[in-house]
């Protein structure tokens, strides 16, 4: 089956990222959309929140009238594996053998969720960013028993959705993924920072946003680095500053995030967070959504190179 072919997707779970993904698959103009949510008020809110898209936007009441035509079936379900194992092993009964099987998670791996399967060739993880209709990241992640036609059938049909998308084939599984675990990374040394004193939850974000954001944004890390270390390079930044860095290394912060002692550092964080940053109203939110569009776009614009600065 081609990627330029039509085809209907049955999405499982309507939270955030689901309503998201369902905005993204619906921009391409030969898709159909079946979804299914148990939530009692599923329907109002799916017309009140993807209107303009109603004509191809199916709700089901059930599981098995939602799978039963589906060419791609992507789940938005809880983050539990038990529910997951579950889950597939029900979809793969009531789908057609040729449909695709993605799952949104954040973290667990398809080689776990697919342990019920009788046919572990099918199932793979796309793991989106939130909001998934802006970012372009998709990282998509196979389990060591998925189909390479399967692997790079989702890695085509997004990067041919005309979405500006920029889907990553993540080589090995590992908890987290790719990009959860350069966040996480920072988040856990953004808390420790907190936690000791060095610096408050507002001024850290200030950092932030005034020096690696941007300069991330532009290049990405390596290339940062590559750009840093002038005519040698990251060898030769890595060269200058390898004592520097291994120190800063050795003193990164350790926190814990699940429970006893070790978890007070979560009032301070949540605290100063709360304080700083209020709930953001509807209209905060869609302007918030409207810098991100601007942001991603930059990404792909071209300047005049030896234009003046």
Not at 201 to 228: C, H, M
Request: hydrophobic share 40%.
């Amino acid at each position: 089956m081609s990627t330029t072919s039509p085809q209907r997707i049955t999405l499982i779970g309507l939270g955030t990222i689901g309503m998201s993904m369902a905005a993204l698959h619906l921009a391409r103009e030969n898709t159909i959309v079946d979804v299914f949510d148990t939530r009692p008020d599923f329907e109002k809110y799916l017309i009140e929140t993807l209107p303009t898209f109603l004509g191809r936007l199916h709700v089901h009441t059930s599981l098995e009238s939602a799978c039963a035509s589906a060419t791609i079936v992507q789940e938005q379900g809880p983050e539990k594996v038990t529910f997951k194992q579950s889950l597939w092993k029900q979809v793969e009964s009531i789908t057609p053998s040729s449909a695709h099987l993605w799952t949104s998670t954040s973290g667990i791996a398809a080689s776990i969720q697919q342990s019920e399967m009788r046919d572990k060739t099918r199932l793979l993880v796309v793991h989106p960013f939130n909001p998934p209709h802006i970012m372009p990241l998709l990282e998509i992640v196979p389990s060591p028993e998925t189909s390479p036609e399967r692997v790079e059938f989702a890695r085509e049909y997004f990067s041919m959705a005309g979405s500006k998308h920029r889907p990553v084939v993540i080589q090995k599984e590992i908890p987290g993924f790719v990009g959860n675990r350069l966040a996480f990374a920072l988040l856990r040394e953004a808390c420790y920072l907190v936690q000791e004193d060095v610096v408050n939850a507002k001024d850290l974000d200030t950092i932030l946003l005034a020096s690696l954001g941007p300069r991330w944004a532009g290049n990405g890390v390596f290339e940062s680095y590559q750009q840093g270390g002038g005519e040698g390079g990251i060898q030769a930044f890595l060269e200058k500053l390898g004592s520097t860095m291994q120190l800063v290394w050795d003193d990164l912060g350790k926190v814990n995030v699940l429970g006893g002692k070790e978890t007070e550092w979560k009032d301070k964080v949540i605290s100063q967070v709360n304080e700083t940053y209020k709930p953001l109203t509807k209209n905060q939110i869609l302007e918030k959504e409207a810098r991100l569009k601007e942001l991603v776009e930059v990404q792909t614009k071209r300047y005049t190179q030896g234009a003046e600065l």
